[in-house]
């Protein structure tokens, strides 16, 4: 397993919360995700085999939440 925290935006609404948690959850291999909406971060916990952070960065994108940067 693999962790890493996404930086985007802060965010300023419980919909936009719930939008990253439901789509990034649905994504073969993520285990778990957390969105801390002001501080603009999102830790996730994945399975490196099966999804990679090009395509989570590149779903967080089509959400319309585009990533600044990403640390492990």
């Not at 919909?15 to 990034?24: A, M, R, S, T, Y």
């Amino acid at each position: 397993m693999m962790k890493a925290v996404l930086q985007i935006e802060p965010l300023g609404c419980a919909g936009c919360v719930k939008k990253i948690e439901d789509h990034l959850s649905q994504l073969n291999g993520v285990k778990s995700v957390n969105v801390f909406p002001q501080l603009g971060k999102v830790r996730m916990v994945f399975d490196q085999t099966k999804v990679n952070e090009e395509r989570l960065e590149k779903t967080m994108s089509t959400l319309g939440f585009p990533v600044i940067s990403i640390r492990n």
